[in-house]
């Protein structure tokens, strides 16, 4: 099992930037495929990127494609969200997640309790 704790959430201007960390517990870190949600106020969560165990592979969201990136610091047990030229329509709860699948964008096996986003117009 694993233990996920979100951090870096807050308030942004629109065109401003944002970097979410996730810090996971347990020893099998690196054998998890990591992935960010989002879930914005009367919407259901949505994928938004993954990375593969070994950061080789990342997959993103169309919505987040070019703005986004995901990475991964096995050694740190820590996967990270970097956001750039943020969007009012970015503005949601952010969650990590973790699965021992490759495909996860249906959603994880171990989720976080989340960070807020508030991106301001």
């Known amino acids: 099992q694993v233990q996920l704790v979100e951090s870096g959430g807050g308030l942004v201007q629109a065109g401003g930037s944002l970097r979410l960390s996730c810090a996971a517990s347990g020893r099998t870190f690196s054998s998890y495929t990591m992935a960010w949600f989002r879930q914005a106020p009367g919407k259901e969560r949505e994928f938004v990127a993954a990375?593969?165990?070994?950061?080789?592979?990342?997959y993103y969201a169309d919505s987040v494609k070019g703005r986004f990136t995901i990475s991964r610091e096995n050694a740190r047990n820590t996967v990270y969200l970097q956001m750039n030229s943020l969007k009012p329509e970015d503005t949601a709860v952010y969650y990590c997640g973790a699965a021992r699948r490759t495909n996860v964008r249906q959603g994880a096996d171990y989720w976080g309790k989340g960070t807020l986003v508030t991106v301001s117009s």
């Open positions: 990375i593969s165990w070994s950061g080789g592979s990342t």
